[in-house]
């Protein structure tokens, strides 16, 4: 199999199976029937996914690789750290947009992970990623002076808390506001908190 059939055989697998854990739920779905829905044989399901579990992890996985390219991308232009969280916070629009319709998929995975190790600790993982990743950012605003001497995990966990809070809003109640926005006021107001005041 070339390479980029390959690919596509694997997103098309990907694909049923996001559709048949959201529509059944994991449990109710067996790897014939994404076979099925994928239209690719039991064979060819397992070339690319030694277990349904595997094409389950890989899902979270696909959703979060996005997510990391953006943040990434937008901690080189920003002139200060404070301007860097606000810039972030303005990709809410791009995650809303990517998480869209998939309310059903996350509720199976926190349901999943409640009950499978292996799932939680997949589940977990990007939590403990991100949080990591904000925690170093207060840091360099802590250095940079424009960021209160705060501890830098607990401002990561409410700034990751914070998210992911407004990201399950917006999945469950989508016309309830303009959730977008509501992301960017809520990380200035939580910014005024962790800003130095000499610099306001």
Not at 186 to 193: C, D, K, N, R
């Amino acid at each position: 199999m070339t390479q980029p059939r390959a690919e596509e055989t694997r997103s098309r697998i990907l694909d049923a199976a996001e559709e048949c854990f959201a529509d059944q739920g994991y449990d109710a779905v067996g790897v014939a029937e994404i076979c099925r829905r994928a239209g690719v044989t039991k064979g060819g399901f397992y070339h690319h996914f030694p277990t349904k579990q595997a094409v389950f992890l890989a899902l979270l996985e696909r959703w979060l690789v996005a997510l990391d390219a953006a943040l990434a991308a937008l901690r080189t232009g920003a002139p200060s750290v404070p301007e860097e969280l606000l810039q972030m916070a303005g990709m809410a629009q791009v995650i809303f947009h990517e998480a869209r319709g998939r309310l059903p998929m996350f509720m199976e995975f926190w349901n999943k992970a409640a009950r499978d190790p292996a799932i939680w600790e997949a589940t977990v993982h990007p939590y403990r990623r991100y949080t990591a990743f904000f925690a170093e950012i207060v840091r360099a605003g802590i250095a940079e002076g424009s960021l209160r001497p705060v501890d830098p995990e607990i401002a990561a966990q409410a700034i990751v808390s914070l998210a992911v809070g407004l990201v399950l809003q917006g999945l469950m109640d989508p016309q309830g506001a303009d959730w977008g926005r509501v992301m960017r006021e809520s990380f200035q107001m939580l910014l005024e908190g962790l800003k130095r005041k000499e610099l306001e």
